[in-house]
T-cell receptor, first 114, second 116 residues
Framework: SQQGEEDPQALSIQEGENATMNCSYKTSINNLQWYRQNSGRGLVHLILIRSNEREKHSGRLRVTLDTSKKSSSLLITASRAADTASYFCATDASSAGTASKLTFGTGTRLQVTL | DTGVSQDPRHKITKRGQNVTFRCDPISEHNRLYWYRQTLGQGPEFLTYFQNEAQLEKSRLLSDRFSAERPKGSFSTLEIQRTEQGDSAMYLC??????????????FGEGSWLTVV
């Protein structure tokens, strides 16, 4: 079953604009990871944020986590055409210390136009 | 290339045939995972290994599916008597798991299966 839900399902912006995607989940988690997937390809790991962290940065990416609201957001600043892809959040809700699997949402399809 | 490697990338098979996918994880990664993804959906967990031990299997993994990781390195996923509903992308992933640290999971490019 899909634990997470990304919002919006699809997002279209112009190059140079910022893109914000949200993820909500249902159960307590150990960490949350964001992935990018180009059409027909595998998933590329973007960033991992632990349950005791509130914000994390990596290049043009900024991720926030609010465990009280069971939600996370991914911000891509100064977007580029190459950022066009589907973005998934994935939660690790396994028993503490086991980190056995990730549960993915349905993804946000981001289209960046010139 | 030191990423997760999957083979074949594409497979078309007739209903009822058996298929096998291979995955080579990132060197020294002790965990290996299999996921399945259908169009428009996120990946769904199938099973994972820690070294050569298969520690968890999803109920999605029917008895027609079997996965092995005999020497704790590469893994195979076999689907017997394929059905059209098995058509999907099968993703392999690996991680270096240590207790009390984040478990970043790295994915391969996937193996597309089309059952006709």
């Amino acid at each position: 079953s899909q634990q997470g839900e990304e919002d919006p399902q699809a997002l279209s912006i112009q190059e140079g604009e910022n893109a914000t995607m949200n993820c909500s989940y249902k159960t307590s988690i150990n960490n949350l990871q964001w992935y990018r997937q180009n059409s027909g390809r595998g998933l590329v790991h973007l960033i991992l944020i632990r349950s005791n962290e509130r914000e994390k940065h990596s290049g043009r990416l900024r991720v926030t986590l609010d465990t009280s609201k069971k939600s996370s957001s991914l911000l891509i600043t100064a977007s580029r055409a190459a950022d066009t892809a589907s973005y998934f959040c994935a939660t690790d809700a396994s028993s503490a210390g086991t980190a056995s699997k990730l549960t993915f949402g349905t993804g946000t399809r981001l289209q960046v136009t010139l | 290339d030191t990423g997760v490697s999957q083979d074949p990338r594409h497979k078309i098979t007739k209903r009822g045939q058996n298929v096998t996918f291979r995955c080579d994880p990132i060197s020294e990664h002790n965990r290996l995972y299999w996921y399945r993804q259908t169009l428009g959906q996120g990946p769904e967990f199938l099973t994972y290994f820690q070294n050569e031990a298969q520690l968890e299997k999803s109920r999605l993994l029917s008895d027609r599916f079997s996965a092995e990781r005999p020497k704790g390195s590469f893994s195979t996923l076999e689907i017997q008597r394929t059905e059209q509903g098995d058509s999907a992308m099968y993703l392999c992933a690996s991680s270096l798991w240590r207790r009390d640290s984040g478990n970043t999971i790295y994915f391969g490019e996937g193996s597309w299966l089309t059952v006709v």
